[in-house]
């Protein structure tokens, strides 16, 4: 390369801190890439020659120089390296032309020894500073006055957890034993550099020796081997050379002279398992995490009575279509809260799809031969569908939490939680007017008898029967027909309190709802005639 060019190599290289790639230098065409290196210098590329920056945090003359503000740049050519200083060539090099690469011995080996000089300095003044500091922690006594202690803590910024002199102590002599681990890392940390270095020297000098033997050793006519071949690089490289033979010789220029003496033989290791498995380790890992989040669900049609058996992503989507906006972070009951309360008037459509109030039918009166007074066997409660609205408070924790969500979303009773427990309570709460309201009315019933001979009137009356009124003493009345009688009032007194509350609440609610109430007062209404057709009491 021209003197010129590489100028501007080592101008673009120190100025251009954050450029990577391939940048048209001066735009000719000549491309140039840059990069940085592991340990933080710049790097320049062109045409198989590399410029390097100096490394400041060397402790050579030259990472000194550079410390200190000079631009040093390394022109990495065989057999020697060249050196740009300040925007000049200080040293030249093959791959410079137009410099006069330097003749005699190498030197750099006039500088190793600038280098070795001054870091022997170094160490010695580190010495001397340890030797300092280990004087002055044995001139410092601990038996000294506390004044003096915490004064030693300020001034060598020692943390003090504590008031007492005690805690002072504790607090330096800690602070004592971290500064000779400090050291001790220091110390082996100098000598490890040392030690790669003579190692390194050693390597290199066996490697010479061992290929100066094999070209001793081959004959002139085969080409020379390099000593070690350790991947395809180097079959790839004795493949050239074979055909570079073959060839007739061309008149070799210094370009070529330069690029076959920076080709050397390049040692690639050969890739580990650990990388492989490594891989395979992450492959696993992220299919588990996608079969766990699963894949959306292209029929967004939900049933919403099994929102559970959906997957996270698929409620996601859906609430995307339907416009409903949760908080990032939202779990999955959140989003299946939403979806049933945005759904909740579809859902109390399903229930109710005749329109009307549809009210369970009453227990069977007695018949006109049967005595009232007269035992008879108490049958069982038939038991309530899951589905029905009208819930029985007292056995709430029968039903399933699907059925407990539902009520919540008919009735739009506010839910804090997602438990089963928490749905009971809400449940209860919304409830306890007409609860209280119920034992009230047991209390202030203090004659059950007569009421219940009124009722059975009435309803002989409505059914057109005639019944002959009896007469009985309440001591003659068993227990058994005593806890049938009662069953029968609280069922009345809980369908009047449903009955009351829910009209209450449709006073206020859509025009829809108040058509429903309008189709159930019908009913209510209704003749004996259309009561025994549709099978609905009032």
Not at 260 to 288: D, G, L
Not at 411 to 423: D, F, P, Q, S
Not at 507 to 535: C, D, F, I, L, Y
């Amino acid at each position: 390369m021209e003197e010129s060019f590489a100028l501007a190599i080592h101008k673009a290289l120190h100025n251009w801190r954050d450029v990577e790639g391939e940048v048209d230098l001066l735009g000719d065409g000549e491309i140039v890439s840059f990069s940085t290196a592991p340990n933080g210098c710049r790097v320049a590329e062109w045409r198989g020659h590399r410029l390097m920056e100096q490394n400041k945090s060397k402790s050579t003359s030259w990472g000194v120089k550079a410390k200190k503000g000079a631009r040093i740049t390394w022109v990495l050519s065989a057999p020697r390296w060249g050196l740009i200083q300040d925007d000049a060539i200080v040293r030249g090099c093959s791959a410079i032309k137009g410099s006069k690469p330097s003749t005699k011995a190498d030197p750099s080996d006039d500088e190793e020894e600038e280098d070795k000089a001054y870091s022997k300095q170094t160490n010695a003044s580190e010495d001397e500073d340890e030797e300092e500091e280990e004087e002055e922690e044995e001139e410092f006594d601990m038996s000294n006055k506390i004044t003096e202690l915490r004064a030693f803590t300020k001034k060598h910024g020692i943390k003090v957890v504590g008031r007492k002199k005690e805690d002072v102590l504790n607090a330096i002599t800690k602070w004592k034993k971290q500064r000779k681990l400090e050291k001790e890392a220091r110390k082996a940390k100098a000598a490890k550099p040392q030690e790669d270095e003579e190692a390194s020297e050693d390597e290199n000098a066996e490697q010479d020796e061992e290929e100066q033997e094999e070209r001793v050793k081959t004959p002139a006519k085969a080409p020379a081997r390099p000593a070690k071949r350790r991947s395809k690089a180097g079959l790839t490289e004795r493949k050239a050379e074979e055909v570079e033979q073959a060839a007739p010789e061309a008149p070799a220029t210094p370009e070529k002279e330069e690029e076959a003496a920076v080709s050397e033989p390049v040692e690639v290791e050969e890739e580990t398992p650990v990388v492989e498995e490594q891989a395979a380790r992450a492959e696993k890992i992220s299919e588990e995490s996608e079969q766990d989040e699963g894949e959306i669900d292209t029929d967004l049609d939900l049933d919403l009575d099994k929102l559970d058996s959906y997957n996270l992503k698929t409620l996601k989507a859906y609430c995307e279509e339907e416009g409903l906006k949760l908080p990032a972070g939202a779990r999955k009951q959140d989003y299946i809260t939403a979806i049933l309360d945005h759904n909740a008037d579809i859902l109390d459509e399903d229930d109710n799809h005749d329109g009307a109030m549809v009210e369970a039918p009453k227990p069977k009166s007695p018949e006109p031969n049967q005595v009232v007074g007269a035992a008879s066997p108490v049958q069982a409660e038939p038991k309530q569908d899951e589905n029905d609205e009208d819930l029985d408070l007292d056995e709430l924790d029968r039903y399933s939490i699907a059925t407990l969500k539902k009520y919540c979303a008919d009735e739009r009773i506010a839910v804090a939680g997602t438990t089963k427990e928490a749905y009971v309570k809400a449940i209860l709460d919304y409830n306890d007017s007409e609860r209280s309201w119920l034992e009230v009315s047991r209390a202030d019933d203090e004659s059950p008898r007569e009421e219940t001979k009124t009722s059975d009137k009435e309803e002989a009356k409505r059914d057109g029967e005639k019944k002959a009124s009896v007469e009985c003493d309440v001591e003659e009345e068993t227990e058994e027909t005593e806890v049938a009688m009662w069953k029968r009032k609280a069922a009345k007194w809980k369908q009047r309190a449903r009955e009351l509350q829910r009209f209450n609440e449709l006073q206020t609610k859509s025009p829809h709802h108040q058509m429903r109430r309008a189709s159930g007062n019908n009913k209510e209404n209704a003749s004996p005639a259309q009561v025994a057709k549709t099978g609905v009491r009032a």
